[in-house]
T-cell receptor
Framework: ETGVTQSPTHLIKTRGQQVTLRCSSQSGHNTVSWYQQALGQGPQFIFQYYREEENGRGNFPPRFSGLQFPNYSSELNVNALELDDSALYLC????????????????FGAGSRLTVL | GNSVTQMEGPVTLSEEAFLTINCTYTATGYPSLFWYVQYPGEGLQLLLKATKADDKGSNKGFEATYRKETTSFHLEKGSVQVSDSAVYFCALSGPDTGRRALTFGSGTRLQVQP
């Protein structure tokens, strides 16, 4: 089975610009979550998408938005980039409704590293 | 809110040494607990998990026991190898978020020397 793939792997933007990151979920998974991992920190939950709708959101401003497509792939969009948005953005897929012993097990991609100058 | 606290790294050990990485948590209700590992240039991989008190998760020689009374989930391995060098993250998912979100600790880097 294919894993989670993300693109691009690296990109550089300037402050104020907009960025779109893409994610293809693992085969058989119907839910996509996005996390932001700043350098030297643990990942922080941005939001989750299920059935093409946002299904939970962390403490991130509205300029962070997303989409999920009928094939369960997803995009993360960030508007008005700030220097603090520089981070590794991780996509993770899972299968809603197939929770294993009460735990929603995620499969992560390798991430997209965004640098904002 | 939920939070996870891990011991700071880096942790440097010789091959075949015993490993402990401490993890404590604060959560509402009864969370599920996880250890994830991140190798250089790769995404996070689930190492092990436990979903209720006194459960022991285990995988690849690593173990962790869900201790509700001490709100801890310490990671242990009896004999580490150079290939275990990576960053280890403790995480939880709580019923307050419908178990949709993982809350991670800040990670502990393990370096194993031959």
């Amino acid at each position: 089975e294919t894993g989670v793939t993300q693109s691009p792997t690296h990109l550089i933007k300037t402050r104020g610009q907009q960025v779109t990151l893409r994610c293809s979920s693992q085969s058989g998974h119907n839910t996509v979550s996005w996390y932001q991992q700043a350098l030297g920190q643990g990942p922080q939950f941005i939001f989750q998408y299920y059935r093409e709708e946002e299904n939970g959101r962390g403490n991130f401003p509205p300029r962070f938005s997303g989409l999920q497509f009928p094939n369960y792939s997803s995009e993360l969009n960030v508007n008005a980039l700030e220097l603090d948005d520089s981070a590794l953005y991780l996509c993770a897929s899972s299968s809603m409704g197939q929770a294993f012993e009460g735990a929603n097990v995620l499969t992560f991609g390798a991430g997209s590293r965004l640098t904002v100058l | 809110g939920n939070s996870v606290t891990q011991m700071e790294g880096p942790v440097t050990l010789s091959e075949e040494a015993f490993l402990t990485i401490n993890c404590t948590y604060t959560a509402t209700g009864y969370p599920s607990l996880f250890w994830y590992v991140q190798y250089p240039g790769e995404g996070l991989q689930l190492l092990l998990k436990a979903t209720k008190a006194d459960d022991k998760g285990s995988n690849k020689g690593f173990e962790a026991t869900y201790r509700k009374e001490t709100t801890s989930f310490h990671l242990e391995k009896g004999s580490v190898q150079v290939s275990d060098s990576a960053v280890y993250f403790c995480a939880l998912s709580g019923p307050d978020t419908g178990r949709r979100a993982l809350t991670f600790g800040s990670g502990t880097r393990l370096q194993v020397q031959p």
